[in-house]
């Protein structure tokens, strides 16, 4: 089967380069196109990128040449898939002038995570929510759409609810996180502050957790999602971990549940089971029975870096129950979280060709 284009806007960064990484052998996309800012374009990716994986920088990749950051710069064909991972100030000047060029643009940042025709998804949790890019009006005009994953922290955490939600019910949830620098993007947090530190501030980031997992685990309704009714409160620290978001959890349920249910419930959580999708974890959520996991250094690459790994489960004395759950930030906080959505935006026929709306069903899976 022929790979379908695709393009990175912000493709020396930390996400960047995660998108570079799980792409390079993609069975269904092949990297032809990559963006930066005015200070790499020009350039070629070798020359602009301070690479920081643990794995090769591609040559194919090192040798092309950083593109500017606008459709109509484009040298050679624009692909019409847009992978983006700008800061959101910049996503919220260029992610619409792709989507009104008519791309398909899968994007990390928050700028349009909360806007209500803006599709906020993690496919296992709620595939459902993408027929919102139909009521898009880029989508009306030029074929083209953005559809947004969610912040790091909340995919991890509503992968470990979502099926907690389907059997018993979320009355109110209590947060803690304790985040890897990686999530601050590169250079980040200066080491001074965080070698042997904690920080307990991240701008911005538990009211994005707290609203966004009201909306991903909330509803579609005709065009509209009604969010969760829970209560959702978070506490986020920056803690001196490379990758990996580890998070304590308290939770509250509006139906009794007992530690069997709960671990039946993760242990059967398999959405995407029939789909065989390329980058879908086999087990989204995986429970480790040892009393001092999930930890970032020995779990985050479960499932190839896209599995949530659950674990301490115990009562709570003040909600019902507590666990811990732990994921990886760039590759499925972000970047591989943004690969899952193309893929299944393209078993739904919504990016070949990208067509303008048509009223075609939008799920996957059970
Ligand atoms: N790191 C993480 O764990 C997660 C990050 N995200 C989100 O993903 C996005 C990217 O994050 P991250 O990779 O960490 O950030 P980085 O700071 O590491 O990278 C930012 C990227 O954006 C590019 N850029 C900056 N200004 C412009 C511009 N005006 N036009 C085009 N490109 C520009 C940079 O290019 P240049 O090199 O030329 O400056 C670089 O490629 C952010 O919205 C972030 O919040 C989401 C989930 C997790
Ligand atoms: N703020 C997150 C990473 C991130 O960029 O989140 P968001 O995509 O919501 O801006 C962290 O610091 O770990």
Same mark, same amino acid.
């Given at each position: 089967?022929?790979?379908?284009?695709?393009?990175?806007?912000?493709? *020396?960064g930390?996400?960047?380069q995660?998108?570079?990484?799980?792409?390079?052998? @993609?069975?269904?996309?092949?990297?032809?196109w990559?963006?930066a800012?005015?200070?790499?374009?020009?350039?070629?990716?070798?020359?602009?990128?301070?690479?920081?994986?643990? !794995?090769?920088?591609?040559?194919?990749i090192?040798a092309?040449?950083?593109? $500017?950051?606008v459709?109509?710069?484009?040298?050679?064909?624009?692909?019409?898939?847009?992978?983006?991972?700008?800061d959101?100030? +910049? %996503?919220?000047?260029l992610?619409?002038?792709?989507?009104?060029?008519?791309?398909?643009?899968?994007?990390?940042? /928050?700028?349009?995570?909360? +806007?209500a025709?803006?599709?906020?998804?993690?496919p296992? =949790?709620?595939?459902?929510?993408?027929?919102?890019?139909?009521?898009?009006?880029?989508?009306?005009?030029?074929?083209?759409?953005?559809? !947004?994953?969610?912040?790091?922290?909340?995919?991890g955490? +509503?992968?470990a609810?979502?099926?907690?939600?389907?059997?018993?019910?979320?009355e109110?949830?209590f947060?803690s996180?304790?985040?890897?620098?990686?999530?601050?993007?590169?250079p980040?947090?200066p &080491?001074?502050?965080?070698m042997?530190?904690? =920080?307990p501030?991240i701008?911005?980031e538990e009211?994005?957790?707290?609203?966004?997992?009201?909306?991903?685990?909330g &509803?579609?309704?005709?065009?509209?999602?009604?969010m969760? #009714?829970?209560?959702?409160?978070?506490?986020?620290?920056?803690?001196?971990?490379?990758?990996? @978001? !580890?998070e304590? =959890?308290s939770?509250?349920?509006?139906?009794?549940? *007992?530690r069997?249910?709960?671990?039946?419930?993760?242990?059967?959580?398999? $959405?995407?089971?029939?789909?065989?999708?390329?980058?879908a $974890?086999d087990q989204? =959520?995986?429970? #480790?029975?040892?009393?001092?996991?999930?930890?970032?250094?020995?779990?985050?690459?479960r499932?190839?870096g896209?599995?949530? *790994?659950?674990?301490?489960?115990?009562?709570? /004395?003040?909600?019902?129950w507590?666990?811990? +759950?732990?994921? @990886?930030n760039?590759?499925?906080?972000?970047?591989g979280? %943004?690969?899952?959505?193309?893929?299944?935006?393209?078993?739904?026929?919504?990016?070949?060709?990208?067509k303008?709306?048509?009223?075609?069903?939008?799920?996957v899976?059970?």
């Amino acid at each position: 089967m022929e790979r379908r284009k695709v393009g990175i806007l912000g493709a *020396t960064g930390m996400v960047g380069q995660r998108f570079i990484q799980l792409l390079n052998h @993609h069975p269904w996309f092949e990297i032809t196109w990559l963006a930066a800012s005015d200070r790499s374009a020009g350039k070629t990716y070798g020359e602009a990128c301070k690479w920081k994986l643990d !794995t090769p920088l591609p040559a194919k990749i090192a040798a092309m040449t950083v593109q $500017p950051n606008v459709p109509e710069g484009a040298t050679g064909e624009l692909p019409k898939i847009i992978f983006a991972a700008l800061d959101a100030d +910049v %996503a919220r000047e260029l992610e619409p002038k792709f989507a009104a060029a008519g791309c398909a643009v899968i994007s990390n940042s /928050s700028a349009f995570r909360m +806007v209500a025709d803006v599709p906020l998804v993690v496919p296992e =949790v709620n595939s459902d929510h993408l027929s919102l890019i139909e009521t898009q009006s880029w989508r009306k005009e030029s074929g083209g759409y953005i559809v !947004t994953n969610p912040n790091c922290s909340a995919i991890g955490l +509503v992968l470990a609810l979502k099926p907690l939600e389907e059997r018993f019910g979320i009355e109110s949830l209590f947060v803690s996180t304790m985040q890897a620098v990686s999530g601050a993007g590169y250079p980040g947090v200066p &080491s001074l502050d965080i070698m042997g530190n904690v =920080v307990p501030y991240i701008k911005n980031e538990e009211e994005k957790m707290q609203e966004e997992v009201g909306k991903l685990l909330g &509803s579609l309704s005709g065009n509209h999602i009604e969010m969760l #009714d829970a209560k959702v409160s978070a506490h986020c620290n920056r803690v001196a971990v490379e990758d990996g @978001h !580890t998070e304590c =959890v308290s939770i509250k349920f509006k139906k009794k549940a *007992t530690r069997e249910e709960i671990l039946a419930a993760w242990s059967e959580f398999a $959405p995407l089971d029939s789909a065989h999708l390329p980058t879908a $974890p086999d087990q989204p =959520v995986e429970y #480790d029975t040892a009393v001092d996991r999930p930890q970032p250094r020995l779990d985050r690459m479960r499932g190839n870096g896209m599995a949530a *790994t659950v674990g301490r489960l115990r009562e709570c /004395s003040l909600l019902d129950w507590k666990f811990v +759950v732990l994921s @990886h930030n760039t590759i499925r906080g972000a970047a591989g979280a %943004a690969v899952l959505n193309a893929e299944v935006l393209a078993l739904l026929g919504k990016l070949d060709p990208l067509k303008k709306a048509a009223n075609s069903p939008v799920a996957v899976g059970a």
